[in-house]
């Protein structure tokens, strides 16, 4: 399985960014991508999450209402839309995906870096005030 996250850039703040994770080497409909971000010297913080078998989706109460997460399957791309942008999302953003049944999937909403099997590379996302 590989990801492909890219998007990434520099920003004002308020400002709007799409990203994006492209995912090849697997055949399951069923599959779970989260995105993550990281910033120097800190832990990998979940931020959001969306399940293919259903759709639903999931946010990190510090990017809910500004950041939306979608899904088209028929490219196996993830999208991370990405308003109102602030100065502290500046980050190393990362696209995660773990496999698993579609109840699982749909019910068990994982915010640990550690249930993720396959990550992308990171994409910079840098918001300048």
């Known amino acids: 399985v590989q990801l492909q996250a890219s998007g990434g850039g520099l920003v004002q703040s308020g400002g709007s960014l799409r990203l994006s994770c492209a995912a090849s080497?697997?055949?399951?409909?069923?599959?779970?991508v989260a995105w993550f971000r990281q910033v120097p010297g800190k832990e990998r913080e979940w931020i959001s999450y969306i399940s293919s078998s259903d759709g639903s989706a999931y946010y990190a109460d510090s990017v809910k209402g500004r950041f939306t997460i979608s899904s088209d399957s028929a490219k196996n791309t993830v999208y991370l839309q990405m308003n109102s942008l602030k100065t502290e999302d500046t980050a190393l953003y990362y696209c995660a995906l773990r496999l698993g049944p579609p109840v699982q999937l749909s019910l068990v909403i994982s915010t640990s870096p550690a249930d993720y099997e396959y990550w992308g590379q990171g994409t910079l996302v840098t918001v300048s005030s």
């Open positions: 080497g697997f055949t399951s409909d069923y599959y779970a």
